[in-house]
């Protein structure tokens, strides 16, 4: 969908504080730009047209073969590039989970099937989505679990979005565990740790004759050299800029904690940085809630009525830093007491 997604500020006069994105405000940021500045005189020539820079650069960080990657434009890119190389086939959907899978899916005429629990998938779908750890729920399948569904089913493919892996304390190290299997294709975004989705980069993993088929369909010059360069910077300086994931995941537990002890408010359990809230017994509905926090408040939710699965009364928020997180308990005290 072109519109219904978090961080749409853009509808509101002056939001302040956004609780609705679960981008990540990295202390890249500042180092990045500079570096950016000093590289604005590459804009005046074609970019390469398949990041080969980039790829040679995960590959050899990663240690894993160029004809097993390919960068995008963001995850997004990947996501309608694999929904038109399966085009007309069938897909499975563990929802509630991002839209898009849906819409590229829709696109590109692929006939699906949701499911609310792992366990149900048997095997009658050529294509699989599934989100690690899972936006909105923050739930997150360890590799055991995972590698023995992939090896059940080796006549699907699993496309596992990890794009908010960095966010898991209980996450694996190693970058590509799934690479020997040829029935996956794992899906990485650079935006949401280190907080340039405004640059729209991201990439996929996955066996060679996978990545071939999946690329028939690139359309040339699809990511810009800014983004380019900025994923090299960020590929060889990651480590320096990592996510402080214990301080964060403490937070957001302690906000957690601080809204489930406000009337009508129910905040789930997540493994992540995100979660959702559910409003009790039907007092008002989260479009309602958004309405009144971004208008009167200038803080942004994330309402979930559109996510399949989900009802009007959810919401999704990401921890923020713990003065913003304090505004928001104030807020929501005075206006659900």
Known sequence: MINGHGDDYFNFNHIEINFSSNVYQSPAIPALQ??????LHLIT???E???ASLKKLLSEVD???EQQLW???GAIEAIYLIAQAFQNQRTTILAPTFSEYADASCIHNLSIQYISDIRDFNGDSELFWLCNP????????DDETLIALFKQYPHTTFVVDESYLAFVQSARKKSFPYQHLPNVITLHSLTKCF???GLRLGYLSASASLIQKISHYAMPWSVNQLAIEAGKFLTKYKDKFAVPLINLLNDTETLRNALNQIPMLSALPTQTHFFLVQIQNEIMTAHELKKILGEEH????????NFEGLTPYHFRIATQKKEANESLINTLQMIFN
């Open 298 to 305: 200038g803080i942004l939710i994330r309402d979930c009525a």
């Open 71 to 73: 960068i995008t434009n």
């Open 34 to 39: 500079q570096y950016l500045a000093d590289q």
């Open 195 to 197: 907080a340039i989705p």
């Open 49 to 51: 047209p398949d990041a």
């Open 63 to 65: 240690q894993i073969s």
């Open 45 to 47: 020539r074609y970019p």
């Open 134 to 141: 899972n936006n909105p729920t923050g739930i997150y399948w």
